[in-house]
């Protein structure tokens, strides 16, 4: 305690009433503990679920619920055969715009049939696009 008193001594000058509230065992104690709880590893099980959600909107009308699905970081495979050419593009548009804010990534897997997948999914395969752009068809 003698740097205790001899710190309190020079700031607040000599003080005979003083009574120290804890001793030098104290100190070093709390300093271990502290020193514990800064070492101690902790574990986390965690588990990754991916969530598929499947698209099959008949017109523009519905974009929005498959954006927040989009938002909601899940998984959507879109398949836009149902609907007419021009709501289509509408639709890709506006997907597009989400899944570029959501920095999620977009593959065609066959015609009219696209995956969106958020960042942290990824997609192995054959590139699907280019097969069905070497078999004839057009997009």
Do not use: C, H, W
């Amino acid at each position: 305690m003698k740097v205790f008193d001899t710190l309190k001594n020079f700031v607040l000058g000599e003080d005979e009433d003083y009574q120290p509230i804890y001793d030098e065992e104290d100190v070093a104690q709390t300093v271990d503990v502290a020193e514990e709880r800064r070492n101690r590893e902790v574990k986390i099980a965690t588990t990754a679920t991916v969530q598929i959600v499947l698209a099959r909107p008949a017109d523009f009308s519905e974009v929005k619920s498959i954006g927040d699905d989009l938002n909601n970081q899940k998984t959507v495979l879109l398949n836009l055969e149902q609907v007419k050419s021009d709501d289509a593009k509408r639709i890709m548009d506006f997907l597009s715009g989400v899944a570029y804010a959501n920095d999620a990534t977009i593959k065609m897997t066959a015609q009219k049939t696209f995956v969106i997948m958020p960042k942290n999914v990824g997609f192995s395969g054959v590139d699907l696009m280019s097969e069905l752009e070497n078999s004839g068809y057009t997009f």
